[in-house]
């Protein structure tokens, strides 16, 4: 029995391991990045520790489809001889694509797994079946899996997608499309900071740390901002984050990280006075310094503060009408994904919400998205939303899963018949 | 320099209007070499390309020019308005903010002595140390880069599919149901009530508005 490599090519982070396993051997960015100690483009490691400042960087996905097939073949070899330790040659693979990809994306694709790495058989999936199949095999009782059906929203790097599943296919006239996604948070925090404290334009991923360190969601956000404008000690959300100096420390660092959780002592209430009181008290134990420290920012060390950001950088994924975007918001997004299908799946389907993706990270991120969904379900129907133990590795565990049941050798395209019959009669057999 | 900014903003880059603006611009400016830096800019590499379809009855014309698609409703419209805030949105799907230029550079000029850089580093052996024309290097560029997801978009040729085909542009969720939205200062991110008369951005106070003068007012607009 060969071994089934599972592969999860995401926009942003590419996750590879055999299947059978319970997490991926291997989570890296799918980007060559070149920083500033060097001249040329390399890999990224698992466990690296250099500097990442202004790393200039090459992506072979743009907008989560797979454009340039060269640079991703280079990565694939990189991850396959040095960090997996697999040969393609004797292995199955299983390839993660994004919803709605282009034939010729597809015909790429099947090339460079059948030509260049000379795979012996292939099998694509697509994230919300995967998804769905974990989910439901995790509770074996629940609605899930009884009714077969569920609807997942997937808020990846490159885009959201809300697409509902049924008896672990995807449907995919209902699946509905946002073009937001985690890189667009960051560009967006980028401008932000750059235009009001720092120029960071250069800094993926260090804005890529500030964004997944410091912005939550916010449950009211004009109660947030009327917060955020007070000063001093009154202003909940203010962070300070320093950046990598690449002498005393290369990575960047929250400068307070007990300042950063005070944002959540805010309750519905609006019962502001509280906090600040509790406040008082860990000023007076930190002793002096503390003030000093808050009213100035201290220019030599390349810091810079986060008052309102910190919640109106998410905010855009509820509200893309804030940027000025002509999108619906993830809830419309959910609601007009369930109306595209059988009505009799409406009620299920809302009950069924499952939350995958890197950018549900967020913390609040499913309390906000149940209080703007609600208004807009009728009230017949139950919302629930269930969010993944670990949304980033959701699909990969659905696609290990998927490789180690009995039958999926047969479910596969070899090679033989790749040569035979060409991409897009083999593509067929997928069903999307 | 000034032709070069103004060049890389050309609406409707029809080729009969390519043709127009470039013995305009031969007109004005005598000198030779800002025509070729117009066909040129048509090469460079955009985000997006455009089939330009010369006549109804020929064949589409495979020359591609490449503009990014919000750029072209953008720059349809002489709205000023409309220009700056969508090029706020284009940029944020950018991966380089700022060293896109330099990549080229290094691209080409990098001497590898490292064997498995070849992928990207495909030297050209020229007959002798020939200094390349411009058209000779653009059309390496051209070929080179790789094409562009609305390149791709667009000879996929999606909008002739049925409609009960599912496809890429039919996933989209399209407007939102109200057209009532929250405006923000562009400058401290609060609450903004007020519009930049000039470009159109939000600023909630005075001083807003004075750093929002000195500092990016228009500077999105072509």
Redesign the interface.
Known sequence: MSNVVVLDNGGGLIKAGHGGDRDPLVTIPNCLYRPLSSKKFQHPSPSTSEDLTSAAVRRPIDRGYLINPDLQRDIWAHLFSSLLHVTPSSSCLLLTEPLFTLPYIQRTTDELVFEDFNFKSLFVADSPSLVHLYEASRRPEGLVSKAQCSLVVDCGFSFTHAAPVFQNFTVNYAAKRIDLGGKALTNYLKELVSYRAINVMDETFIIDDVKEKLCFVSLDVSRDLHIARKRGKDNLFRCTYVLPDGITHTKGFVKDPDAAQRCFTVDDEGSTPQPSETEKDVVQIDGTEEPTSRKRIDMTKNEFDLTNERFLVPEMIFQPADLGMNEAGLAECIVRAVNSCHPYLHSVLYESIILTGGSTLFPRFAERLEMELRPLVPDDYQVKITTQEDPILGVWRGGSLLASSPDFEAMCVTKAEYEELGSARCRRRFFH | MLCRTTCRFLVNLDHDWLELAVTQLDACFPDKGRSHDLRDLAHERESVSFTVAMEEERRMSTRTRKVAPKMVAALASSDNRTQA??A??E?????????EH??NH?DDD?A?L?DD?D??IQKKQLKGTKRKTRQAKALEDARKA????FE??H??NLESLPP?V???L????????STS??H?C??????GGYTCVKCGMRFCSIRCQHIHDD??CMKFVA
Not at chain 2, 91 to 99: F, K, P, R, V
Not at chain 2, 170 to 177: C, D, F, I, N
Not at chain 2, 186 to 191: A, I, Q
């Open positions: 805030a969508l706020r949105l940029a944020l799907e950018n991966d380089n903010a700022g060293i330099v990549e290094d990098d590898s490292d850089d992928v990207y790789p094409r562009s997801f791709l978009l000879e996929a009960h599912p496809s890429y039919r996933a989209a969720v399209g407007p939102p149901s939205r929250r923000f562009t400058v401290c991110g609060f609450t500092t990016r």
